[in-house]
Nanobody, 124 residues
C-alpha cells in the first residue's frame, strides 16, 4: 500500500513564500512520477506541477511558471513544491499524487495514488 502524506501548508500573506512537502511510503519512491494538484473552494481540481521519476523533467501550469518550483529527493522519498510570490488566488487545498512510470502527466485521472491534501491560504 502506497501512502502519501502532505505537510507544510498554512496561512501566508500575499507576496510571501511557502514550501509544501509530500512524503511517500510503501513502495520504491523512485518508481513514481509525481504531481501536485490543487482545488479551491467551488472549483475543480487543477494541475499545478509534475516531475519525472529521476527529477530530470519538470512540468508546470503555464500561469504558475516562474513562481512555483517542483523538486524531489529520492533519498528522502519526498517531493516538494516551493511557492513564491503567493497570491490570494493560490488559496486551495494542495494534493500530491503518484503515477507509476517514468513520465508524469497533467491529467489527474492517470495518477495512481493521492495524499489527503494540505491547506494553503494566502491572505491579501
Amino acid at each position: 500500500q502506497v501512502q502519501l502524506v502532505e505537510s507544510g501548508g498554512g496561512l501566508v500573506q500575499a507576496g510571501g513564500s511557502l514550501r509544501v512537502s509530500c512524503q511517500v511510503s510503501g513502495r520504491t519512491f523512485s518508481s513514481y512520477a509525481m504531481g501536485w494538484f490543487r482545488q479551491a473552494p467551488g472549483k475543480e481540481r487543477e494541475f499545478v506541477a509534475a516531475i519525472s521519476r529521476s527529477g530530470g523533467s519538470t512540468y508546470y501550469r503555464n500561469s504558475l511558471k516562474g513562481r512555483f518550483t517542483i523538486s524531489r529527493d529520492n533519498a528522502k522519498n519526498t517531493v516538494y513544491l516551493q511557492m513564491n510570490s503567493l497570491k490570494p488566488e493560490d488559496t486551495a487545498v494542495y494534493y500530491c499524487a503518484a503515477k507509476l512510470g517514468v513520465e508524469p502527466t497533467t491529467t489527474s485521472d492517470l495518477y495512481d495514488y493521492w495524499g489527503q491534501g494540505t491547506q494553503v491560504t494566502v491572505s491579501s
